[in-house]
């Protein structure tokens, strides 16, 4: 979808869009229109012909044991899929219902924090994003009563002029500060340091609440109280994360592969949070106790993370900031949770190759998964909760066995093409079971994807084993084009020639020993 090339254009489009989404979700076969069962059915009914009609070679001497390793490894990811789902469905139907009521139950008693400080940035955002994130921010404020300071960090003017003109034009009643802080280093990380810095030099108590969040992030209906409420409630809670949607100005399969994504993120949200965890406290919108944010340590982890690596020495985190301070809380032990009924609206323009942009986000983000994972790991399963420090491990093992599949399939062309056939028919089958639990999470369900899924767990096992061996590589297109790890010096071209021969090398293994099993290669004799 073009976005409208007005700016009154873009804000009537976003705000009849924001609207459409901020209403009752339909549930159950309310979502299905008799245009989806219809492709829907036309899809198993084409698996079903394919099964029924096609030759069945899974148990041909020469590839059984191809079929055993995709058996083993589908009931094994399948069932941790499973496993999720029924999480999932026991923190939505057991767990939540009742950390909902006495939140609701200690709000109507009028308890409130004692001071809300938001904490946002913003870098030359689109002004029609800007006025509907600010104007969602004061319309809550001035609903829940509640003493508020917005501090807003920015790289320019620009968008201080913004923000300026619409709180004079539609707040100027409202008992809120708003404060501007211009970062003078770059990156979103430094600016976020200044903020919490100035916080401190202003004065912040201990039980006051902090909420993190980006300039292209919409509240939807009741955030402030759905969120904050958490918090009266449970006096041992120390952040929270919230659900978002997303908004996709750009290629009609992008905003159908992030729709998927974020039906991911609910599913494994609310499993992650019967464990009292989460496994990340997402920039767009979280909300922490203020005893965190006076912590210098928690600061310094925000502005200059690093990890010391054997080949690529001491770097600094260019992004994953939300990573750092889920980080931090999870080595206090402190407890976290996902709260589904409050939403967050994310406004996402892609221009450019959507593809490009799809690949980037995955560098992105896996790339903060790797670098934080590894000394999450080894704060160990009594620390982080046993679940979840088998999730973390688990994000690991799964990079390298989601691309078993794919390989043996192409491996077996060499024995038997028509194995192929097989392989695409388990594969079609199989994310469109998986995609039966995500359509419980989605508003629509998308026929598209199955084929989506697979794609995405494919390109993103793949940027996974490209990272983990160029850790300290980074780039962040939307804050400026922002680079890391790419040096010309002598010592930066022999460290990315070994980051190099070790992955090449590692995938090489990985592909023999394969071919090996399939029988393709011997393995050499030295007696």
Known sequence: MTPPETLYAREKHLDGWLQQLSGPAPRGFAKWSGTRIAQFGVLLVALTAAMVCWPNNFFHPDLVQVTFVLGVLGIWRFGWWFTHAIRAENYA????PGMRRRANAVWQNGWRPRHLHIQMTTYYEDPAITRRVIGSIIGQIRRE????????GTGSSYDEEIITDFVRTHAADLDADLIFLRQNQPGKRMAIGMILRAMNRKGIERDDLVIFMDGDAVYGTDVLEKTCSMFGADPDLQALTTNEEVLCYGPRWIQSWLSMRFAQRRLAMQSHAMSDKVLTLTGRMSVFRAKHIIDEKFIRTVEADHLDHWLWGRFRFLSGDDKSTWYHLL??????????????????????????RMVQNFRRWSGNMLRNGARAIALGPRLVNPFIWWCLVDQRIAMWTMLVSPTLALLTLFVDPAYLVHCVIWIVLSRTLLCLFLFRYARIPDISWPFILYFNQIINAGVKVYMIFHLSKQSWANRGNQTAGRGT?????????????????????????LAVYVGLLDLPRFF
Do not use: H, N
Not at 332 to 352: H, N, Q, W
């Open 145 to 152: 009563g509640i003493p508020t300071t917005l501090w807003i």
């Open 93 to 96: 139907r057991l767990k939540w």
């Open 489 to 513: 010096a002598m010592r930066d071209r022999i460290q990315t020639l070994i980051a190099k021969f070790q992955m090449i090398t590692t995938v090489l293994a990985f592909v023999s020993g």
């Open 331 to 356: 080595s206090k032990g402190a407890k976290m949770t996902y709260v589904p009924d409050a939403c967050v609206y994310t406004i996402e323009r892609i221009e450019g190759s959507g593809t490009g």
